[in-house]
């Protein structure tokens, strides 16, 4: 059963940063891929980046890029989102998710095609 643990969440002041992670487990080959999805208060749940657990290929939409950047460590099943001169707009509960099989590279950004996915981790930015 695979599973993902989402934390790192928090309150922090406008122009801060924050690291999430996401904790993998149940995954017995490395050919699958895990993206960064976030969700507003009272808006639709809105993607962000992805990578490759095998080869560290990435994608990410124009909400990460200049700001956001993903990352792994294969050797702790773990999957970071670096988040630098974060804004207001940026609150919103984080959740990373997995399609389960993906392939030796690329990653998918496609909501629908998630099939595990975390509970989330909040977080706030606010002065």
């Known amino acids: 059963q695979v599973q993902l643990v989402e934390s790192g969440g928090g309150l922090v002041q406008p122009g801060g940063s924050l690291r999430l992670s996401c904790e993998i487990s149940?995954?017995?080959?490395?050919?699958?891929?895990i993206a960064w999805f976030r969700q507003a208060p009272g808006k639709e749940r809105e993607e962000i980046t992805c990578i490759n657990m095998s080869d560290g290929s990435t994608d990410s939409t124009a909400a990460a890029k200049g700001r956001f950047t993903i990352s792994r460590d294969n050797a702790k099943n773990t999957v970071f989102l670096q988040m630098n001169n974060l804004k207001p707009e940026d609150t919103a509960v984080y959740y990373c998710?997995?399609?389960?099989?993906?392939?030796?590279?690329?990653?998918?950004?496609?909501?629908?095609?998630?099939?595990?996915w975390g509970k989330g981790t909040l977080v706030t930015v606010s002065s």
């Open positions: 149940g995954f017995t080959f490395d050919t699958y891929a």
């Open positions: 998710a997995t399609e389960y099989y993906r392939g030796a590279s690329g990653c998918s950004l496609a909501n629908g095609g998630m099939v595990y």
